[in-house]
Nanobody
Framework: VQLVESGGGLVQPGGSLRLSCAAS????????MSWYRQAPGKERELVAR????????NYADSAKGRFTISRDNAKNTVYLQMNSLKPEDTAVYYC?????????????WGQGTQVTVSS
């Protein structure tokens, strides 16, 4: 299983970034996908989640109205479009996949990509 995030970097407040997560080694199209983040000294937190078919999404309150999660099952890729970025969005962003096989749930994680929002 591999989840490879990309698209992080340094951006000024108010700017935008688009994160991507390329998945392989499991059945992407039947797995819910999520983005989490972890800031220094803080717990990892859920940012956004999308259902396997893409028809259902949910967001942390901090992300609502600014971030959009989407997926392309043909490309085995999930995205996080982040607009109106704030310094408090600075964190390592992780891609997560949740696969259910024979009633057992498996969680897979990427290595993370750093997002820094600073002037």
């Amino acid at each position: 299983v591999q989840l490879v995030e990309s698209g992080g970097g340094l951006v000024q407040p108010g700017g935008s970034l688009r994160l991507s997560c390329a998945a392989s080694g499991f059945t992407f199209s039947s797995s819910a996908m999520s983005w989490y983040r972890q800031a220094p000294g803080k717990e990892r937190e859920l940012v956004a989640r999308i259902s396997s078919g893409g028809g259902s999404t949910n967001y942390a309150d901090s992300a609502k109205g600014r971030f959009t999660i989407s997926r392309d099952n043909a490309k085995n890729t999930v995205y996080l479009q982040m607009n109106s970025l704030k310094p408090e969005d600075t964190a390592v962003y992780y891609c997560n996949a949740r696969e259910v096989l024979l009633l057992h749930e498996f969680n897979y994680w990427g290595q993370g990509t750093q997002v820094t929002v600073s002037s």
